[in-house]
């Protein structure tokens, strides 16, 4: 698959707004502690798909934009959750979640050969590219 199809698959700022029902601000403001863009050769700051839909399910269990910056990545759980149980997951939502961390993997070392490398090579390019359309 092109590198560019793959690019155009991931959601701008814009399409993360959307998504989310936030505004283009406050997707700026997550940028860095719950949302990594990667930025495109026209500086255009893209999302993929899988990390958006994680931030959505946070947001919707409960967790908010702002609780995933402070206290839940330092491991400190505030008091209004502490009586919450961690979810088991379904065997299937386990595989889905590695399949989108491979995908997330494989867009971002697609990124860093195409940013970084005059000339990559194109079986690592096809190779990267089998994994980003994984289903």
């Not at 026209?42 to 947001?59: A, C, T």
């Not at 491979?102 to 971002?108: D, G, K, L, S, W």
């Amino acid at each position: 698959m092109p590198v560019r199809a793959t690019l155009s698959r991931m959601l701008t700022r814009s399409g993360v707004a959307k998504r989310l029902g936030k505004s283009i601000a406050t997707v700026r403001r997550l940028e860095g502690h719950a949302l990594h863009p990667t930025v495109d050769g026209n500086g255009v700051h893209r999302f993929s798909d899988s990390q958006v839909r994680l931030l959505l399910q946070r947001i919707r269990s409960g967790e908010s934009p702002e609780a995933a910056q402070g206290d839940w990545l330092s491991g400190v759980v505030p008091a209004r959750h502490r009586h919450r149980k961690a979810p088991l997951l379904e065997p299937a939502s386990v595989e889905r979640q590695l399949i989108d961390a491979r995908q997330e993997v494989a867009i971002t070392i697609l990124e860093l050969l195409l940013r970084h490398q005059p000339r990559p090579n194109p079986v690592v390019i096809e190779y990267l590219a089998e994994i980003i359309d994984e289903e």
